[in-house]
């Protein structure tokens, strides 16, 4: 019986280093680009290409908004790249995963700074579903629309998942 405490306490150490293996890969910026800055950004890019498309016909401020917008992509895409290929490399990051979340450093609140990010790319997509933009996607522009949904959405669920089973002690 006491060799059977110890294989269960061996299990239960393999099971926390595993555990904390996962947990610290849902946490490294390859992950987090990968899942949730880069969708961010496809999202963003998609919406500023939209309202360039949209502009002429509608209003020409949406042409210049449009292209703001793009930059702004642009410049968020290159970070989350730079982080990722950062941490691929092991090396330390010295910025954020976007321009608003730098912009936030200046104010010591890059957190707050990204979550304001995060709100305006939920606003982008509801903009985009329902004004009805998302319909003058291309088709190659919908596939990269429904590919930044699904890692965006199955990331969330897989650690959202993974906390939960690791909150009952699986």
């Excluded at 790319?121 to 004004?131: G, K, T, Y």
Aim: aromatic residues 14%.
């Amino acid at each position: 019986m006491p060799g059977e405490n110890k294989k269960e306490i061996e299990s239960s150490d393999r099971f926390e280093r595993e555990s904390d293996l996962i947990q610290h890969f849902f946490r490294r910026s390859l992950f987090l680009s990968l899942t949730i800055g880069i969708p961010f950004c496809t999202f963003k890019l998609l919406f500023g290409v939209t309202a360039v498309r949209v502009g002429p016909d509608t209003h020409p401020f949406l042409v210049a908004f449009g292209w703001i917008v793009i930059l702004w992509a642009g410049m968020d895409l290159l970070m989350n790249a730079g982080r990722a290929l950062l941490d691929l490399v092991h090396r330390p990051v010295s910025f954020e995963y976007c321009t608003i979340a730098q912009l936030g450093r200046l104010f010591r609140m890059p957190l707050v700074f990204l979550a304001i990010d995060t709100m305006l790319s939920f606003v982008i997509i509801c903009v985009m579903l329902w004004s009805g933009w998302i319909t003058r996607l291309t088709p190659f522009e919908s596939a990269l629309w429904y590919a930044a949904t699904t890692l965006n959405l199955i990331s969330l669920s897989l650690v959202s998942l993974y906390n939960e089973v690791k909150r009952v002690g699986y």
